[in-house]
């Protein structure tokens, strides 16, 4: 389970709230994994601020980069946020204790002049999480929620429109770690034979599993006893709760070995007590950030190998089934040799002894052997002695086509049986390499097979669309405010993005740049020279019906280039 745990989370929220005070809610939609996603607006800058509750995936974090919106009609969790959020300007973020408990205060003054403040409570709880809405009285009311809880699933509380809302059970006499760092409680003592990962989450508050064993990890190489153990811990818990408070901390996301699977996030103070890869990230949104998509590619990933794997499986038996069916089918040897046999005994009949005549055949001696050997041949008594040994050799010829099909499929089929098990052996590796690839391409803020990217001296990004889903995703997914698209004029060719993540001190450079990109992925790319068009990525519009890729746009200038991929920029 990956969830934000209590001390982190209030730290994650000092570094998202001045992001987020003061903006105003412009839409709330569902991305693609059921996150719920803000998009707000400030005078400065524009964003999105995630929240997820699902059961395994628990975080919040704020973005620039627009998440991928889940396809269909709005759900009544959104319509409902929508209805109460939308236009309203935050105005506090904050945490309920240490526990796993946001809430955001929103005020919309066009609702109603006196009651229009509500707020908005994310309970990162793991398998319980939820979001709930709720009015600013005292006791709040519920007026939505994500998941409804009733007094059958539940026995503490209920979570219900119109109830009044209760936060989750807290711990019970756990001590403040603030309090702790500055050492204005008295650090209790545990017992030396005690669990003391266990200990740690359930008499410090804000601790997890992931924090309690970095912690213990402290005292893997130190010789622990009765008289030291309580300095100890007090000693380390200080060290670790201070390195929080240093302005220069960096953030790092610890990676399973095996398969760098995100396992929890921590600070430097801790890093040498991490085993395995880590990344490390100037601040703590950027490492949650990393650390939520990371684990959402992860689980497509699996997803995706699961699905592989049970096609394989699937197949594997329809194979094996076709292999018994073939073995079943074909006619051996010997029964071919007799088809044969009976035919051309016939075929020499005014010269058989024939020892017996019966209704079905009738028994001769084999001339075809140098032995007296006797062999009965069937014969349809209302067939002449040509037509009968005809029908052997008919028997014969098509036993042995039929033979030689089904072989030729065997064939087919074992080979086709021998891919599919090297491909399930392989899958492992090489699921894991795309994992690979995928994670390198997080770090630069996705991952589309269908675009190519460029890095132009400025350090920006010149992203590439190579068919209709990626030139729609450019526009949709991957812009922010400040990118410029382009695009030859009045000629087909691929959409381009000019993602401005460094303000440069001659932007008219990098735009040249991705126009001679723009001409080289064209109808035109033999072409002298080119116009290509290119406006603030504010100034496009999708065409909602005219299919994927489709835009509109203004306020568009022209640039004359000769089409290229320039030296001085690189692929990534």
């Given at each position: 389970?990956?969830?934000?745990?209590?001390?982190?989370?209030?730290?994650?929220?000092?570094?998202?709230?001045?992001?987020?005070?003061?903006?105003?809610?412009?839409?709330?939609?569902?991305?693609?994994?059921?996150?719920?996603?803000?998009?707000?607006?400030?005078?400065?800058?524009?964003?999105?601020?995630?929240?997820?509750?699902?059961?395994?995936?628990?975080?919040?974090?704020?973005?620039?980069?627009?998440?991928?919106?889940?396809?269909?009609?709005?759900?009544?969790?959104?319509?409902?946020?929508?209805?109460?959020?939308?236009?309203?300007?935050?105005?506090?973020?904050?945490?309920?204790?240490?526990?796993?408990?946001?809430?955001?205060?929103?005020?919309?003054?066009?609702?109603?002049?006196?009651?229009n403040h509500f707020y908005l409570y994310g309970e990162l709880t793991g398998r319980n999480a939820n979001c709930i809405l709720t009015t600013a009285d005292d006791p709040p009311s519920i007026l939505g929620c994500q998941k409804t809880v009733s007094a059958q699933q539940s026995r503490y509380r209920t979570i219900m429109?119109?109830?009044?809302?209760?936060?989750?059970?807290?711990?019970?006499?756990?001590?403040?770690?603030?309090?702790?760092?500055?050492?204005?409680?008295?650090?209790?003592i545990p017992k030396l034979d005690v669990d003391l990962p266990k200990w740690l989450v359930k008499n410090i508050d804000g601790v997890g599993p992931f924090l309690a064993s970095i912690i213990t990890e402290c005292f893997t190489n130190q010789e622990v006893n009765a008289d030291n153990l309580q300095p100890l811990v007090?000693?380390?818990?200080?060290?670790?709760?201070?390195?929080?408070?240093?302005?220069?901390?960096?953030?790092?996301?610890?990676?399973?070995?095996?398969?760098?699977?995100?396992?929890?996030?921590?600070?430097?103070?801790?890093?040498?007590?991490?085993?395995?890869?880590?990344?490390?990230?100037?601040?703590?949104?950027?490492?949650?950030?990393?650390?939520?998509?990371?684990?959402?590619?992860?689980?497509?990933?699996?997803?995706?190998?699961?699905?592989?794997?049970?096609?394989?499986?699937?197949?594997?038996?329809?194979?094996?089934?076709?292999?018994?069916?073939?073995?079943?089918?074909?006619?051996?040897?010997?029964?071919?040799?007799?088809?044969?046999?009976?035919?051309?005994?016939?075929?020499?009949?005014?010269?058989?002894?024939?020892?017996?005549?019966?209704?079905?055949?009738?028994?001769?001696?084999?001339?075809?052997?140098?032995?007296?050997?006797?062999?009965?041949?069937?014969?349809?008594?209302?067939?002449?002695?040509?037509?009968?040994?005809?029908?052997?050799?008919?028997?014969?010829?098509?036993?042995?086509?039929?033979?030689?099909?089904?072989?030729?499929?065997?064939?087919?089929?074992?080979?086709?049986?021998?891919?599919?098990?090297?491909?399930?052996?392989?899958?492992?590796?090489?699921?894991?390499?795309?994992?690979?690839?995928?994670?390198?391409?997080?770090?630069?803020?996705?991952?589309?097979?269908?675009?190519?990217?460029?890095?132009?001296?400025?350090?920006?990004?010149?992203?590439?669309?190579?068919?209709?889903?990626?030139n729609h995703l450019l526009v949709t997914r991957f812009s922010s405010r400040d990118d410029y698209w382009l695009h030859v004029r009045d000629f087909p060719g691929s959409h381009v993005l000019l993602r401005i993540s460094n303000q440069p001190n001659n932007l008219a450079g990098d735009l040249f740049l991705a126009a001679?990109?723009?001409?080289?992925?064209?109808?035109?790319?033999?072409?002298?020279?080119?116009?290509?068009?290119?406006?603030?990525?504010?100034?496009?519009?999708?065409?909602?019906?005219?299919?994927?890729?489709?835009?509109?746009?203004?306020?568009?200038?022209?640039?004359?280039?000769?089409?290229?991929?320039?030296?001085?920029?690189?692929?990534?």
């Amino acid at each position: 389970m990956r969830i934000l745990e209590g001390i982190p989370l209030r730290f994650q929220i000092e570094t998202v709230s001045p992001l987020v005070q003061g903006a105003r809610v412009q839409k709330i939609t569902l991305s693609e994994n059921r996150e719920t996603c803000f998009e707000i607006r400030s005078p400065g800058q524009s964003g999105f601020l995630i929240l997820s509750t699902h059961p395994e995936i628990c975080f919040f974090y704020y973005t620039q980069s627009k998440p991928f919106v889940k396809k269909g009609k709005e759900t009544a969790w959104t319509q409902i946020l929508n209805k109460y959020l939308v236009g309203a300007k935050i105005i506090g973020f904050e945490q309920a204790g240490w526990d796993r408990v946001i809430r955001i205060t929103f005020q919309n003054q066009k609702i109603w002049v006196d009651k229009n403040h509500f707020y908005l409570y994310g309970e990162l709880t793991g398998r319980n999480a939820n979001c709930i809405l709720t009015t600013a009285d005292d006791p709040p009311s519920i007026l939505g929620c994500q998941k409804t809880v009733s007094a059958q699933q539940s026995r503490y509380r209920t979570i219900m429109v119109g109830d009044p809302y209760q936060l989750p059970p807290l711990k019970i006499n756990a001590i403040d770690p603030l309090l702790l760092a500055q050492q204005k409680v008295e650090f209790p003592i545990p017992k030396l034979d005690v669990d003391l990962p266990k200990w740690l989450v359930k008499n410090i508050d804000g601790v997890g599993p992931f924090l309690a064993s970095i912690i213990t990890e402290c005292f893997t190489n130190q010789e622990v006893n009765a008289d030291n153990l309580q300095p100890l811990v007090n000693t380390c818990l200080q060290n670790f709760l201070r390195k929080l408070f240093d302005q220069k901390t960096i953030f790092s996301v610890s990676l399973s070995p095996q398969d760098h699977f995100p396992q929890g996030i921590f600070w430097s103070s801790t890093q040498h007590h991490a085993h395995g890869p880590c990344l490390d990230f100037p601040n703590l949104n950027e490492a949650v950030k990393y650390f939520v998509q990371t684990s959402w590619n992860r689980q497509a990933i699996l997803s995706q190998k699961n699905k592989k794997k049970n096609f394989i499986d699937k197949e594997l038996l329809f194979i094996e089934e076709e292999l018994c069916q073939a073995d079943q089918s074909l006619v051996d040897e010997g029964q071919l040799n007799e088809l044969l046999i009976r035919g051309n005994l016939l075929k020499l009949y005014p010269q058989l002894n024939i020892i017996e005549k019966q209704p079905q055949g009738i028994l001769v001696t084999n001339l075809l052997t140098d032995n007296t050997e006797k062999i009965f041949i069937e014969m349809n008594p209302l067939l002449t002695i040509n037509q009968n040994m005809q029908l052997y050799f008919r028997k014969y010829r098509k036993s042995k086509t039929r033979n030689h099909l089904l072989q030729k499929k065997k064939e087919e089929l074992e080979f086709r049986k021998k891919t599919l098990e090297n491909e399930r052996h392989h899958l492992d590796q090489d699921l894991f390499q795309q994992e690979k690839d995928q994670t390198s391409s997080n770090q630069s803020g996705f991952f589309e097979p269908g675009i190519i990217k460029f890095l132009t001296p400025s350090k920006n990004i010149i992203l590439v669309g190579k068919n209709e889903k990626a030139n729609h995703l450019l526009v949709t997914r991957f812009s922010s405010r400040d990118d410029y698209w382009l695009h030859v004029r009045d000629f087909p060719g691929s959409h381009v993005l000019l993602r401005i993540s460094n303000q440069p001190n001659n932007l008219a450079g990098d735009l040249f740049l991705a126009a001679q990109i723009a001409g080289y992925y064209s109808s035109l790319r033999n072409e002298k020279s080119v116009i290509v068009m290119y406006t603030s990525i504010k100034n496009v519009k999708t065409l909602p019906h005219a299919g994927l890729g489709k835009m509109t746009f203004r306020n568009e200038k022209n640039l004359t280039v000769t089409p290229a991929i320039p030296d001085n920029i690189r692929q990534i």
